[in-house]
């Protein structure tokens, strides 16, 4: 190691590229696996790391040469550029030895990266997402229109920022967004009133949270899981608040607020929906567009997953499906050289699968005094999706390690 490149400053730049997977979504065993490598990576190879939701603990030494960085200056998530900035600097660090004030320097400009596209661009995404996201829900026309002018409105404040509205923002959102499309469905006569809330508030739930907890309980970490898996149950609780409030005062029967397909524009629709659905989220989350073809064969192949599970089997597997189907996918394309980020492929294709929509809906369900098999629909899809990242995952872990056996056997290495 560089005589410069002290334990401490090793630790420092681990715990900072920890913090900002965390910002990413990504699991706290895939923090503490990326951040140990990349500490021997530059020369320290005794770190222990320990990563939760909002702090990343690393250690390194023993005795009096012992020293731990503890990282919780934890800001919002980040956008697609700077996660795939993040995770391809990542790649570096991990493979060879840096200059570590460069290194913080390269962190430093991700964290501060500005957004590719003004302000109104990115409002615009947000429309384009949720025309497309309700386009893929096979919902009537009206519904598509509504959802399009209405994502113009919710984008503004989404991207507003203001930090006196953040905690509440759930129940600011879903009582807004309910209170204005019963007004227009009642108004006009829009008999698939939960088909315009859900594209609408995708963004705000929080499946991606916990299915992720549900795959850390798994995987034997009680403390994130469990974290995660209570921060979003109360996002759920909130926005269900939101849309229970704005029942309450318009007078209308929680009931109205039921999943009730009234009609669809038809099977063709995904080609146009799917391609609609990503450019708004790439606007939105300011995505490289060199990554479009790799994230587009992503969610075409969970779609078809997705597909499969529900014709072959029933609309609650079909989260393994399309989670299986686009998790080793995913996992080669970042093994890649040049390829994106899993997350960068993932976050899009995950939120096709939502499990938090049909829980959201689950639980206005039973506010109205529907039956609890709703309730535990949602729970059987959650586990199913987290299963499909699980299997997925050792699906191409056992692929890899056969292709590097055969690998090393045409070198004639001994294979590890």
């Keep these: 190691m560089d005589g410069s490149a002290e334990p401490g400053q090793v630790r420092e730049l681990a715990a900072r590229v920890g ?35 909002t702090a990343v603990v690393v250690q390194t030494g023993g005795g009096e040469q012992s020293g731990v960085q503890v990282d919780t200056n934890f800001g919002g998530s980040l956008r697609y550029d700077q996660i795939a900035a ?13 200059d570590l004030g460069m290194a913080n320097q390269e ?4 964290a501060n990266l500005s957004p590719r596209y003004p302000w109104f661009v990115r409002v615009l995404g947000y429309s384009l997402f949720a025309a497309g996201f309700s386009l893929i829900l096979q919902p009537t026309l009206a519904t598509v229109i509504t959802c399009t002018l209405l994502g113009l409105l919710i984008g503004a404040i989404y991207l507003a920022k203001i930090p006196t509205l953040q905690l509440v923002l759930p129940v600011v959102v879903s009582f807004l967004v309910t209170a204005v499309v019963l007004l227009i469905a009642g108004r ?30 798994a995987s034997n970490q009680m403390v994130a899981g469990a974290s995660r898996l209570v921060s979003g149950t109360v996002t759920l609780l ?99 050289p040049n390829g994106p980020s899993k997350l960068v492929t993932i976050l899009p294709a995950f939120w096709m699968i939502v499990p938090g929509a049909s829980g959201l809906m689950a639980i206005v369900g039973i506010g109205a005094d529907q039956s609890r098999g709703s309730l535990d629909s949602v729970v059987v899809t959650v586990i199913a999706i987290a299963l499909g990242i699980l299997t997925g995952t050792a699906l191409f872990n056992s692929l890899h390690k056969v292709q590097h056996y055969w690998a090393a056997r045409r070198a004639g290495a001994p294979a590890s």
């Excluded at 993040?86 to 840096?98: A, D, E, G, N, W």
């Excluded at 962190?107 to 991700?110: F, G, P, R, S």
Aim: aromatic share 12%.
């Design 238 to 336: 909130l926005l269900a608040f939101g849309i229970f409030a704005a029942t309450a005062l318009l007078d209308v029967p929680p009931e109205v607020v039921q999943d009730i397909p009234v009609g669809t524009i038809g099977p063709w629709v995904m080609v146009i929906a799917i391609p609609i659905y990503l450019v708004g989220l790439m606007l939105l989350f300011c995505s490289p567009w060199k990554y479009f073809p790799w994230m587009l064969v992503i969610l075409i192949v969970t779609y078809l997953g997705q597909l499969f599970g529900s014709v072959v089997f029933s609309a609650q597997l079909s989260g393994f499906f399309g989670a299986l189907a686009m998790t080793p996918l995913a996992l080669w394309f970042d093994s890649l």
């Design 107 to 110: 962190l430093d400009n991700i």
């Design 19 to 53: 913090a900002g997977m965390a910002q990413s979504f990504d699991s706290v065993a895939s923090i503490e696996s990326t951040l140990t490598k990349v500490c021997a990576a530059q020369g320290v190879d005794d770190a222990i790391v320990l990563a939760f939701p």
């Design 188 to 217: 006009f006569g829009l008999e698939d009133p939960v088909r315009i809330l859900v594209p609408l508030l995708v963004i705000f739930l929080p499946g991606a949270a916990i299915t992720i907890g549900v795959i850390e309980l």
């Design 86 to 98: 993040l995770y391809t600097y990542i790649k570096v660090l991990k493979s060879q030895h840096v």
